[in-house]
């Protein structure tokens, strides 16, 4: 592994990090005083009037009044009308520093211009879609080649969540085994297989209002970072029809909210190899955000299967696919070449020529620009930024990243866990209930977080803006109770 190409400068102390997430969540809540909590709902009635209308009216239309999880933001969520670069602007009129990031699919920056340029063309000439072959499919698959060599075959698809059954589906194809293994608490999109033991180990499915039990029935989960308990079920699951696949996000559930140790990786390949199970690598949030190599370049590993997602296009629409070894892949073969033992897949709009030319210009920027190391140092700077508060303040908070990922865990809901139920579900209101607040103080001071926890950098993250950023987190930070 070579550092200059990562994201990730030095891997973080993961059993430090963890020793001061069980302080935190063993200690009671710091929310933001209430006085100065008036002031931020104060902000959101003032100064958010025109996204209050909008949502509010939407409330009639679309349940909930947003389309998108991320979007429900406390009090209300603001409707966004620009965006360029490290910034957003809401339809009131307001500046943000965008640390959402969408999500994590724009690591050039928001809009950024020469892959719009390089749509707009595509579009102008072709439209969006034609359902027939074109010649950027080939180029974004060979260049994805190129960069990980793991993914000898590529197929496109509409979303992160698409993928992940596509590949379950070859992988028991391939296999003829049945069991998926995934880390407990780790999000792998909403198909019914997968909607088990999400945001909370142990909570197998608590979420799966609406899901049948025979659809999450080979879905098992082990608790992050237990590789005995991984085992244990490797085992276990020899007589009963075999593990099909164990499927991880390489940094740790969540965009690595549970980080794993640098070695993690390493080790659940090793027991795939020793149970014939296949690894599938969801590299939905680190594909290209941890360096053109991905996390599996970063970590070298070579998984069976990627799974690809938002950076794939860049954060255009249709981002998903998956890739992999050759003679599994070819279980999606459509048409001509298929072996016969076809795992059916399909999408009107997946691998649309605007999909495939924003992916492909998208990655070529992001190689060309150092982007996913230039954003990785921006995610040290404001970790850096955000520990030396903490240390000022006496805070009880966790900062870390992962490259341009950065956590700020300040309720830490997000590491209760069911070995201790009735802990959780004692606090889990009240810890969920600070970190909405922490991410309503955040926007009140022009900051946009991912759920008040989690920030994702982006090139555009230049030292000015990251600086900004933090005397903004300060000013949140050090308005929480017993400053
Ligand atoms: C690790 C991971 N896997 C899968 C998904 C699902 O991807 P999508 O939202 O494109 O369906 C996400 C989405 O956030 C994710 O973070």
């Known amino acids: 592994m070579n550092e200059s190409q990562y994201a990730i400068s030095t891997y973080p102390d993961v059993e430090a990090i963890y020793t001061r997430l069980k302080a935190l969540t063993n200690q009671p809540i710091r929310p933001i005083r209430r006085e100065a909590m008036a002031d931020v709902l104060a902000y959101f009635d003032q100064k958010c009037a025109k996204s209050k209308a909008l949502t509010d009216e939407a409330k009639q239309y679309i349940p909930g009044g947003v389309q ?3 979007a429900f933001n406390y009090p209300f969520p603001i409707a966004i009308e620009k965006a360029e670069g ?4 809401d339809v009131d009129g307001n500046r943000y520093i965008d640390f959402l990031q969408a999500g994590g699919p724009t690591v050039l920056g928001s809009n950024y211009a020469p892959v719009r340029e390089k749509v707009l063309e595509i579009v102008n000439n072709c439209g969006p879609v034609t359902g027939l072959f074109h010649e950027y499919e080939l180029k974004l698959a060979r260049l994805i080649n190129q960069y990980m060599p793991a993914v000898e075959m590529f197929r496109m698809l509409g979303s992160g969540t698409e993928s992940v059954m596509a590949a379950i589906r070859a992988a028991r194809a391939y296999t003829k085994k049945k069991k998926i293994i995934k880390v407990g608490g780790a999000y792998h999109g909403w198909s019914d297989q997968m909607v088990y033991g999400l945001h909370i180990p142990g909570t197998g499915r608590m979420e799966a209002t609406g899901i049948p039990r025979g659809a999450n029935r080979h879905t098992q989960e082990f608790f992050p970072n237990n590789l005995a308990a991984l085992r244990r079920k490797l085992i276990a699951n020899r007589l009963r029809g075999g593990t099909a696949a164990v499927i991880v996000e390489p940094v740790g559930p969540e965009s690595g909210t549970r980080p794993v140790p640098q070695d993690f990786n390493q ?4 027991l795939c190899d020793e149970f014939g ?3 599938i690598f969801d590299e939905v949030v680190t594909g290209f955000r941890l360096g053109m190599g991905g996390a599996q370049g970063y970590f070298n590993i070579k998984p069976d299967l990627t799974i690809f997602g938002k950076c794939v296009t860049g954060g255009y ?6 890739g992999g070894k050759r003679e599994i892949m070819m279980r999606f073969a459509a048409g001509i070449g298929g072996t016969g033992e076809r795992a059916y897949i399909g999408g009107t709009l997946s691998a649309n020529p605007l999909s495939c030319v924003a992916g492909y210009y998208a990655l070529e920027e992001m190689e060309r620009t150092n982007a996913a190391v230039i954003a990785g140092r921006a995610g040290d700077r404001l970790t850096l930024g955000l520990q030396a508060i903490i240390e000022k303040y006496d805070l009880p908070f966790v900062a870390y990243n992962q490259g341009s990922i950065v956590h700020l865990e300040t309720s830490g809901v997000m590491l209760l866990d069911l070995k201790n139920p009735l802990k959780t579900l004692k606090e889990i209101k009240s810890r969920r209930h600070m970190i909405e607040e922490m991410g309503a103080a955040y926007m009140s ?4 977080t991912l759920a008040g926890s989690r920030m994702y950098t982006s090139m555009a993250d230049t030292d000015a803006v990251i600086d900004e950023a933090v005397q903004k987190f300060e000013l949140v930070l050090s308005s929480v109770d017993g400053v």
Not at 317 to 322: E, I, Q, S
Request: zero cysteines; charged letters at 10%; a positive charge.
């Open 317 to 322: 629409p249709m981002a998903g696919g998956v």
């Open 277 to 279: 199970a296949l690894l």
């Open 445 to 448: 001071q022009g900051l946009i």
């Open 68 to 70: 998108h999880n991320l």
């Open 86 to 89: 490290a910034y957003l602007w």
């Open 267 to 270: 080790k659940v390949r090793e």
